[in-house]
């Protein structure tokens, strides 16, 4: 392995960790030697996780927070050591179609994809839990630039956290902490079988064909979030990574 890869020494939270691309990431940050902190709003699920980290609970450890409690999120920062790494992994979809549009539902969408991000980085910056050479990473989604019907809240949700990450990260290049994110396509996890169950089967079908590589799987995220982690990416800030699955030729098919 390149050096510059390994996180050893590299102490990382993970927000939504109990599950999906946030569980494959604390698996992945451990076998590359980094020191996991799991947070999620399941107990249960987030020891699940950290069984499957190389090194256990000797090594990692687990913070349950519900992002979308403000006094939890002030908890949360002020427990955290730290950091040298953040991954906030943690989004809920709900369909919300704008002839029905429901404020209580764009509330809840917001909350936790966007604004708990925001507040949480600024309770860390302010406790100097975020030290110099840090690097931040924000699960997007290829929803942000590519709508989809009664999406309009989680689209929205996801375009206002990436422009979140460019500002985080003019804003602290001073102290050499990058902050950047993966826009991934479809990948499969609890949330992918959530939309396929809130759509037509011949919609989500069309939506499959679309990417000739087929969905991803939570691998494929979390290996290009341990690379912007690591000191392989010391010098890149302020990017937007697409995770595609080749969507973006399939217009040329």
């Known amino acids: 392995m390149i050096d510059e890869l390994n996180l050893k020494g590299k102490r990382i939270l993970v927000l939504g ?8 990431v604390c698996v992945q940050i451990a076998g590359l030697g980094g020191t996991a902190i799991v947070s999620g709003r399941n107990y249960e699920r987030l020891n ?41 992994s943690a ?48 699960i997007s989604s290829l929803a942000s630039r590519y709508p989809f019907f009664g999406g309009s809240d989680y689209s929205g949700s996801k375009a206002a956290l990436e422009m979140f990450s460019k500002t985080l990260a003019m804003e602290l290049a001073d102290k050499k902490i990058r902050s950047n994110v993966v826009a991934p396509a479809m990948v499969e996890t609890a949330l992918f079988e959530r939309v396929r169950d809130n759509i037509s089967e011949s919609n989500m079908n069309k939506h499959l064909e679309r990417l000739p590589l087929g969905p991803g799987n939570p691998k494929d995220v979390a290996n290009l979030c341990c690379y912007l982690l690591s000191d392989a990416a010391k010098w890149i800030t302020g990017m937007r990574y697409e995770l595609d699955g080749g969507l973006s030729i399939s217009a040329f098919k």
């Open 48 to 88: 699940i996780v950290l069984k499957r980290c190389e090194g256990g609970s000797e090594k990692h450890s687990v913070i349950p927070a519900d992002l979308s409690e403000s006094v939890q999120l002030e908890e949360l920062s002020n427990t955290v050591p730290p950091l040298d790494g953040l991954v906030y």
């Open 17 to 24: 960790g109990s599950s999906g691309i946030g569980a494959q």
């Open 91 to 138: 989004g809920i979809v709900q369909f919300n179609p704008i002839r029905f549009f429901d404020v209580h539902l764009a509330e809840q969408t917001f909350k936790i994809n966007y604004l708990a991000a925001v507040h949480l980085t600024s309770l860390l910056v302010r406790k100097k839990k975020i030290n110099p050479g840090c690097s931040l990473v924000f």
